[in-house]
């Protein structure tokens, strides 16, 4: 359904690491999708005919509608997609930030990247957000499934990777041991 999408949008979650790692890890509930809070509107018109409703107040677990023509402002930034009103929840959309060529973190201004690098190509040409960054969303919560993906795809990060990663990790939980493992101890001054 997205791939006639107008604006840039990336497979998130454990589907994002799956593709990064080229196989399957592990069972999914749903399908997780980011794009940029900008481009809300145009996922909205795309998914005109789904059902369609916000985490309100996020973390809760409250849903109530998101309705036609409105804009999602943050803290608002997971809607629940599903087919019809009778189907089950299939997709999860996320919505982050970014100015102007920069995706900026919507836990914190101080984690970004430049857009073009936030996501990835499969070999069939799925966008899939970048390992680096799915994993920083993932240490927030760290949860069995997480550390599964953090141990699948550790090994094809390269050095900026893992820098980029610690340094985000440690903006935000800084005791994560996730961090150990990226760098090297003298790395941590």
Known sequence: MFAAADFPWWIAGGYAIEL???????????????????????????????????ADPPGMGRLRPWRSGETLQPPLHDTWCRRTPEAPWSVQLMLDEAEGTHWVSRRTPRIRLPIERLGRRSGTGIPYLAPEVQLYYKAKATREKDETDFEAVLPLL???????????????????????????PDAHK
Do not use: K, M, S
């Not at 050095?159 to 961090?179: F, K, M, S, Y």
């Open 20 to 54: 990064a790692v080229g196989r399957e890890l592990r069972p999914h509930g749903d399908l997780d999708v980011l794009v940029l809070r900008r481009d809300q509107a145009r996922v909205r018109d795309l998914l005109t005919d789904w059902d369609l409703y916000v």
């Open 158 to 184: 390269g050095e900026p990777q893992r820098i980029w990663l610690a340094n985000a990790i440690a903006v935000t939980v800084p005791d994560h041991p996730w961090r150990q493992r990226l760098t090297p």
